[in-house]
């Protein structure tokens, strides 16, 4: 069965060093998303993206956060000088549009 | 706004014990929705989902839920909890449109007694 794919499944970076999430989505999908979960918090919206451009993002995706689709495989979340509140679990999902998405396992992200 | 309800924090229940969670959403149309597990330190795992037809839907683990139009809500059930389904559950709805997106609550912890 077809799945989301998140490298690494844990990251540990440095308070002010960038990070970059991946994500392989399914491959016929077109719709892309990274979200958030902040221990023992709900799971956030973060940013959405179609046909190479974001649809829609929160206000938590500031101007540290990035996405980019560089191939036609990978989905990638960049954060810019992290914080300590960065720290999370970080999804990504992929659908065709058809309303149900697929999540990948997720990123722990840990900064100190 | 959008916006999905899960009233209970945490609920306990004994090992073979029924299970209901509740959720409840404000959507402006009747959206998909979703029920998703999560156990500790794990990702996401669909339980069940609701698009049209039987409002009554089954979903894997023995789980099922309902939705009621006139209440607005999709609670989960189960007939009788077993130790290995204590997780996170979290209701979801979303979305109408293809670029719209999904929006959680805010998760319920399910305990379990042995």
């Known amino acids: 069965e077809p799945e989301v794919t998140q490298t690494p499944s844990h990251q540990v970076t440095q308070m002010g060093q960038e990070v970059i999430l991946r994500c392989v989505p399914i491959?016929?999908?077109?719709?892309f998303y990274w979200y958030r979960q902040i221990l023992g918090q709900k799971v956030e919206f973060l940013v959405s993206?179609?046909?190479?451009?974001?649809?829609?993002k929160s206000e938590i995706f500031d101007d540290q956060f990035s996405v980019e689709r560089p191939d036609g495989s990978n989905f990638t979340l960049k954060i810019r000088s992290t914080k300590l509140e960065d720290s999370a679990m970080y999804f990504c999902a992929s659908s065709t549009g058809t309303a149900e998405a697929f999540f990948g396992q997720g990123t722990r992200l840990t900064v100190v | 706004a959008q916006s999905v309800t899960q009233p209970d924090i945490h609920i306990t229940v004994s090992e073979g014990a029924s299970l209901e969670l509740r959720c409840n959403y404000s959507?402006?149309?009747?959206?998909?929705l979703f029920w998703y597990v999560q156990s500790p330190g794990q990702g996401l795992q669909l339980l069940l989902k609701y698009f049209s037809g039987d409002t009554l839907v089954q979903g894997i683990k023995g789980f099922e839920a309902e939705f009621k139009r006139s209440q607005s809500s999709f609670n989960l059930r189960k007939p009788s909890v077993h130790w290995s389904d204590a997780a996170e559950y979290f209701c979801?709805?979303?979305?109408?449109?293809?670029?719209?997106?999904?929006?959680f609550g805010k998760g319920t912890r399910l305990h379990i007694l042995p």
């Open positions: 491959s016929n999908h077109l719709y």
């Open positions: 993206f179609y046909n190479n451009e974001i649809s829609e």
């Open positions: 959507y402006g149309a009747t959206p998909y």
């Open positions: 979801a709805v979303g979305p109408l449109n293809r670029d719209d997106k999904i929006i």
